[in-house]
């Protein structure tokens, strides 16, 4: 049976939203995480939340306002996490593993423009290699020195679509772990 709630806007009958139960069930399991006793196994995490979908259905949720209720959901996560890991390790220890994740990013993206993840056929399109190679180049920045970048500007940057271009994929899997580390030392 269908839940009767207004959490968040729905789309119009004729439009895809997201699956209104599926929403509602995610987001009761992800206030028991949030509740939970420290220590506690939970299967909603930051990153779980970042990589959640929802079945799409006609007349369901608007797409824009639980995304971004769940980039503020990530965001309260991403701090809990951070300060039940300084009471445990110090926050030495959470500094330390977040720099070694940065480093690992910076090898990749101070790579050669063009050359900085798998490109694709010329008969597949993947994101626009100056797209990327700009947006990375932002975050070598970010890392080396600091300059602003923030984590919204890296959730939100829609690439253009060109032949040949980047593995979609891979550079997805890149900005997700930028956007982690910048929420660690947030």
Excluded: N
């Excluded at 300060?83 to 993206?109: K, N, P, T, V």
């Amino acid at each position: 049976m269908a839940r009767v709630s207004s959490t968040f806007p729905r789309t119009r009958k004729s439009r895809l939203g997201y699956d209104t139960d599926e929403v509602e069930e995610f987001l009761e399991d992800a206030r028991r995480a949030y509740t939970a006793q420290p220590g506690g196994a939970t299967l909603v995490t930051a990153d779980s939340i970042r990589d959640t979908g929802f079945t799409m259905r006609k007349g369901g949720y608007s797409p824009t306002y639980v995304d971004a209720a769940l980039e503020r959901l990530e965001d309260a996560f991403a701090t809990r996490e951070r300060e039940r890991a300084f009471a445990e390790s110090g926050d030495q220890a959470w500094y330390a593993q977040a720099r070694g994740r940065a480093q690992a990013i910076l090898d990749r993206i101070v790579r050669p423009r063009g050359k900085r993840f798998k490109r694709g056929s010329l008969l597949m399109t993947g994101y626009s290699v100056r797209e990327v190679d700009a947006l990375t180049d932002r975050v070598a920045q970010y890392f080396q020195s600091g300059k602003p970048l923030s984590v919204e500007e890296v959730r939100t940057f829609a690439f253009h679509a060109q032949r040949g271009g980047y593995i979609e994929g891979q550079v997805d899997v890149l900005l997700d772990a930028v956007t982690r580390v910048m929420l660690a030392v947030r």
